[in-house]
């Protein structure tokens, strides 16, 4: 079955700054990777996916990459704004069903 | 306006009881999913429902029982065999496995 790992735990970064989190997946015939944000007290929220038949889709400052061939995947926001601060997870399919990563905190400082 | 809708938001419970957490969705989404997050922590599965009138256990599902009588509605029901239910509950759906989650706003549960 699927198993993702989600680096780093934690991240804090100024204003402005890009911040990048990482995950990498097992099953090679994994082809759906979304990303979610949770803020404080709320439901994760889909922010941004891809499919594995492309390798980076862009959303305004987020963007997500996919290697294929190291079977990692990336979430990257740029110019980071202090809304940004939340718990952002990856997932990827199994079977008939997501398996999440274990979350990364990203904290941005004004 | 589509969405899925938790409810109670907050939830007491006495020790021993049983407690059921609802969730409703009008996405016309075929899968449902229950987990279980604690403080600081991940999403962890308990039951999830690709089709009406059948569910599948997750990771979690030892002192936890689910229905999925009506597309639209997937209760969670929290029994006292749950040892240590305190916990914020989220539920989702989607239109199939390999589709964005929608996620609810979530329930959290405290035993007292």
């Known amino acids: 079955g699927e198993n993702v790992e989600q680096h780093p735990s934690t991240l804090s970064v100024q204003e402005g700054d890009s911040a990048v989190i990482k995950c990498t997946y097992s099953?090679?015939?994994?082809?759906?990777f979304p990303w979610y944000k949770q803020e404080l007290g709320k439901g994760p929220q889909l922010i941004i996916d891809i499919r594995s038949n492309v390798g980076e889709k862009k959303d305004q400052r987020i963007a997500v990459t996919l290697n294929k061939t190291a079977k990692h995947f990336s979430l990257h926001i740029t110019e980071t704004q202090p809304e940004d601060s939340a718990v952002y997870f990856c997932?990827?399919?199994?079977?008939?069903?997501?398996?999440f990563g274990t979350g990364t905190r990203l904290q941005v400082f004004p | 306006d589509g969405g899925i809708t938790q409810s109670p938001k907050y939830l007491f419970r006495k020790e021993g009881q049983n407690v059921t957490l609802s969730c409703e969705q009008n996405?016309?989404?075929?899968?449902m999913y229950w987990y279980r997050q604690d403080p600081g922590q991940g999403l962890r599965l308990i039951y999830y429902?690709?089709?009406?009138?059948?569910?599948q256990k997750g990771d979690i599902a030892e002192g936890y029982s689910v229905s999925r009588e009506k597309k639209e509605s997937f209760p969670l029901t929290v029994t006292s065999a749950q040892k240590n239910p305190t916990a914020f509950y989220l539920c989702a759906s989607s239109l199939q496995e390999y589709y964005g989650y929608t996620f609810g706003s979530g329930t959290r549960l405290t035993v007292v």
């Open positions: 429902s690709q089709i009406v009138n059948d569910f």
């Open positions: 996405l016309n989404h075929d899968a």
């Open positions: 997932a990827a399919p199994n079977t008939d069903k997501l398996i």
């Open positions: 099953d090679s015939a994994s082809n759906y």
